[in-house]
């Protein structure tokens, strides 16, 4: 009986499996000529232009006012070149334009007031894509991609505590002088865009080497032959987005950069979690405001900085009691380091975490200590601080 039932059973398993085909195949024949309708249903997108048609440029190009060659098929071929390149980057190109309104409107308006011209904000996008933190291999940094010689000779701090490189005003009135200087070199923007990328030197070098002043017909290193139609693809992008497929509606804008500018007086290494309380915000909107602080606090001294919209109003207030509440609540301690001891073992001794040792004594992560450096230790006044050989007031922290 039992072998009985299980044959039976397989035969009512391929007799299941078997009438499900014909239902299967009469859904798929059903599916099959309904899909258009289902399709035809849904709310169509804005497709996107075809890659060639992209192409055509009828009217005259110019970069700041300076007319491009396009009569000349190699410039033709090279402009068609970067814009394919940049068009096939959707996301990057959408990134771009969604960031615009929160950073453009400040360069343009520093570019105007210094009569530079407008088509040099297209810079910023092809050199960071309007990041404050991109840095370079070689060592460019922040908006405008200054290396650290170029961007102090024309006035922005570079240092372990502040980097105004990334910060977007700072280092665009950097840019503007720096703009200045090239145009009044070369007497050509296109030529000072170029020089932007490789050098003044570098570029003067070439003009004299091969005789001829004309951006278009220099034999230049590829990344610079590039750069400048790399400028103008961005600028044609933004000059119609809807053109090339980028149909952003006002909402899709990231919104513009919206603060209150305060100066604060730091009488020492003030944390920035303080700033944050005075600004009735936290932490990390007083970093995302402020890209050019580095690490956790404010040096002593005078500082400008941003706060969110609004919060100026009652700031000094709030601000003033809270650096002398945290010096009556911490007590500065030197520790002398010892044989074996590491900065994790220093921080598990004394109850604090290891971020906070770093933050204090200025230190790269990476560093190795040695017997003998001294480190400052913060420890609530109430709790008991062992005394070790070696402490005493006016012994320095270590550096880097």
Not at 175 to 189: E, H, R
């Amino acid at each position: 009986m039992k072998g009985k039932r299980e044959v039976q059973k397989k035969i009512d398993l391929k007799e299941t499996g078997f009438m499900k085909w014909p239902l299967v195949v009469l859904l798929g024949i059903g599916l099959f000529f309904s899909w258009p309708q289902v399709f035809s249903a849904l709310p169509k997108a804005p497709s996107d232009p075809p890659l060639i048609s992209s192409l055509k440029i009828d009217t005259p190009l110019d970069l700041c006012d300076e007319p491009v060659p396009l009569e000349i098929q190699e410039v033709r071929e090279r402009l068609e070149k970067e814009l394919l390149l940049t068009l096939w980057d959707r996301p990057q190109v959408i990134l771009w334009l969604k960031r615009s309104r929160r950073y453009l409107p400040y360069i343009e308006e520093m570019l105007q007031k210094n009569g530079i011209p407008g088509d040099l904000k297209y810079i910023a996008l092809a050199e960071s894509a309007l990041r404050p933190h991109a840095g370079s291999p070689k060592g460019a940094m922040g908006f405008w991609q200054f290396m650290q010689d170029t961007g102090r000779q024309y006035g922005l701090a570079i240092n372990s505590r502040i980097d105004e490189r990334r910060n977007i005003f700072a280092s665009t009135q950097a840019a503007v002088k720096y703009f200045k200087d090239l145009y009044k070199q070369f007497g050509s923007w296109t030529l000072a865009a170029a020089a932007y990328n490789m050098g003044g030197d570098a570029l003067a070098d070439e003009i004299q080497e091969q005789g001829i002043k004309d951006y278009y017909r220099l034999y230049l290193p590829i990344e610079t032959q590039r750069y400048v139609f790399r400028i103008l693809s961005i600028k044609l992008i933004f000059s119609d987005p809807k053109r090339y497929g980028f149909h952003l509606s006002g909402e899709d804008y990231y919104p513009p950069l919206e603060f209150d500018r305060i100066q604060v007086n730091c009488l020492q290494d003030t944390h920035l979690r303080i700033i944050a309380q005075a600004a009735k915000t936290h932490f990390k909107e007083i970093k995302d405001l402020n890209p050019e602080i580095r690490g956790y606090s404010l040096p002593a001294g005078k500082h400008s900085i941003l706060i969110p919209k609004g919060a100026a109003r009652g700031f000094e207030a709030r601000y003033q009691p809270l650096p002398h509440q945290q010096l009556a609540d911490q007590k500065e301690h030197i520790y002398v380091v010892k044989e074996a001891d590491t900065l994790s073992s220093i921080a598990n001794r004394f109850g604090v975490p290891l971020s906070s040792i770093i933050t204090w004594n200025h230190l790269n992560r990476k560093i190795t200590i040695r017997p003998g450096d001294k480190l400052i230790i913060y420890r609530k006044v109430q709790e008991p601080v062992e005394n070790d050989e070696g402490e005493g007031k006016g012994a320095s922290p270590v550096n880097d």
